[in-house]
């Protein structure tokens, strides 16, 4: 089984500023992937980034970007020049075969 | 853009009655996963279909629950004998490959 925790319930940023989200998970799988999703209040999930465990390469969209440090196990988000629209619960989740596993979730303002 | 939709986006059902939802995934997708959501939690994964066939069900799904998927379209999830504990949002993803699952709205039940 796999465990993905989230040990931030809730984050407060700036607008135009820059906030990190962390997460850790747990795996015994060689090869893997891992995703943050982003859920606004009311509506659905979406994927924000997704990172392939056998690039070291540490993936980027736009403003979102991650520090994946394999042997940690550690998965973190940064999203930089916040926006009032980034305002949403964020999910860091793996992937074991064809299941995701999701983390408990951090909730993220951003303030005017 | 033709995403996942689920109908219904809300269903309130007193205790003890059955009820069904309906997922219709992104036309060319082969798979198919319900999860169920509770309140300030991560989703859980409850079952996974590959086209018709139902290849596994979360130790989550009691045998109150069913799902079905007839045709490779779209999926039922069936509730029977309804409890308060099964209130939740129960969410559907489909994909083509298992890395990228997109989301569907949701249902959410509230049992009275």
């Known amino acids: 089984a796999q465990t993905v925790t989230q040990s931030q319930p809730e984050m407060s940023v700036q607008e135009a500023e820059t906030v990190t989200l962390s997460c850790t998970y747990d795996?015994?799988?060689?090869?893997?992937?891992l995703f943050w999703y982003k859920q606004p209040p009311s509506r659905q999930m979406i994927l924000v980034i997704r990172?392939?465990?056998?690039?070291?390469q540490n993936a980027t969209e736009n403003r979102f970007s991650v520090n994946f440090q394999k042997a940690a196990k550690s998965f973190s988000l940064k999203i930089s020049d916040s926006q009032l629209g980034d305002t949403a619960m964020y999910f860091c989740?793996?992937?074991?075969?064809?299941?995701?596993?999701f983390g408990a979730g951090t909730t993220v303002t951003v303030r005017a | 853009d033709t995403g996942v939709s689920q109908d219904p986006r809300h269903k309130i059902t007193k205790r003890g009655q059955n009820v069904t939802f309906r997922c219709d995934p992104i036309?060319?997708?082969?798979?198919l996963y319900w999860y169920r959501q509770t309140l300030g939690q991560g989703p859980e994964f409850l079952t996974y279909?590959?086209?018709?066939?139902?290849?596994?069900k979360s130790r989550l799904l009691s045998d109150r629950f069913s799902a079905e998927r007839p045709k490779g379209s779209f999926s039922t999830l069936e509730i029977q004998r309804t409890e308060q504990g099964d209130s939740a949002m129960y969410l559907c993803?489909?994909?083509?490959?298992?890395?990228?699952?997109?989301f569907g709205p949701g249902t959410r039940l509230t049992v009275t």
């Open positions: 993803a489909s994909s083509l490959n298992a890395y990228e699952q997109y």
């Open positions: 795996t015994s799988e060689s090869n893997y992937y």
């Open positions: 990172q392939e465990a056998y690039k070291q």
């Open positions: 989740a793996s992937l074991n075969d064809y299941k995701l596993s």
């Open positions: 036309s060319e997708h082969n798979r």
């Open positions: 279909f590959q086209n018709e066939a139902q290849l596994e």
